[in-house]
């Protein structure tokens, strides 16, 4: 209960401080023993949604190793949890493994462990995706957002995200 109240707080902090200035069309490095070009803080809202509702990944990456937290909201529920994924290149990763509150993306809650799943996750003209269209083509719709050090730092010092970063699982 206490891991989903900092995962709540820093979502918090990131959709009240960090709004303001909008980040490029690339993720803000993580840290240096946590950046590439998937790490950051990712952002997707549609239409008058209110920011503590818009879906987010909230990336850290090791080489070829990418961890995180998602969230979503729907049908009146909030929806989070934790990501791992592997880089095949700058702009393709596949998403390896996924825990959290059951519904769209994971039936396995992360105090029973990791579901195994094998899902793109890409990065295209500055935004990820973590969906391929019919025709194999790539449509980002989540926006990189400025990511705060505390909460960066925050998220490096769960003792998961080490040893996510670390390779396991």
């Known amino acids: 209960m206490r891991r989903w109240t900092v995962v709540a707080l820093l979502g918090l902090v990131a959709c009240t401080g960090m ?13 240096a023993g946590a950046s590439g070009t998937f790490a950051g803080e990712w952002e997707a809202c549609h239409g008058e949604t209110p920011s503590d509702q818009c879906s987010r990944y909230v990336l850290l990456q090791r080489g070829d190793r ?14 989070r949890g934790r ?4 880089a095949d290149s700058p702009t393709e990763a596949r998403r ?34 973590t969906s391929t269209r ?3 083509s790539c449509f980002g719709y989540y926006q990189a957002v400025p990511m705060a050090d505390d909460q960066r730092d925050a998220l490096l010092a ?3 995200m080490e040893d996510c970063l670390a390779g396991d699982p």
């Open 83 to 86: 990501i791992v994924a592997r």
């Open 96 to 129: 390896t493994h996924v825990c959290g509150r059951p519904g769209s993306e994971t039936d396995t809650e992360c105090e029973d462990g990791w579901q195994t799943i094998d899902k793109p996750l890409r990065i295209c003209k500055g935004e990820l995706s």
């Open 19 to 31: 709004r303001a200035g909008q980040a490029g069309s690339e993720a803000a490095p993580a840290s």
């Open 66 to 79: 990418i961890c995180g937290t998602w969230f979503h909201f729907a049908t009146g529920k909030e929806y």
């Open 158 to 160: 769960e003792p998961w």
């Open 134 to 136: 019919t025709d194999g």
